[in-house]
């Protein structure tokens, strides 16, 4: 099994900025792709950003420019930076990764959820 841990979430104005920190641990053979994935009230859960295991990103359209996703393979940990943000982008921001585990079955993870509020 793995677990994802979020964190870095908080309330922050309108042009702020903050960065999420998504830590893995467990039984970690190999992680693959990981996401950060955002829910807002009323809303369906939608893809922000990915990051390969070699390190390339993709990003919704809507934040492009302005978040960056990295990733430390050494740390099992993805950082997203938010910059510029908007209260549009206030939601719940999920980490997600596909990995194997030491038992050499695959899955994807998710982490609990961190709270990303921005005020106007």
């Known amino acids: 099994q793995v677990q994802l841990v979020e964190s870095g979430g908080g309330l922050v104005q309108a042009g702020g900025s903050l960065r999420l920190s998504c830590a893995a641990s467990g039984s970690i053979y190999m992680l693959y792709v990981m996401g950060w994935y955002r829910q807002a009230p009323g809303k369906q859960r939608e893809l922000v950003a990915t990051?390969?295991?070699?390190?390339?990103?993709n990003y919704a359209d809507s934040v492009k420019g302005r978040f960056t996703m990295s990733r430390d393979n050494a740390k099992n940990t993805v950082y997203l930076q938010m910059n510029d943000l908007k209260p549009e982008d206030t939601a719940v921001y999920y980490c997600?990764?596909?990995?194997?585990?030491?038992?050499?079955?695959?899955?994807?993870?998710w982490g609990q959820g961190t709270q990303v509020t921005v005020s106007s």
């Open positions: 990051i390969t295991s070699s390190g390339l990103t």
């Open positions: 997600k990764t596909t990995a194997r585990s030491y038992d050499y079955t695959t899955n994807d993870y």
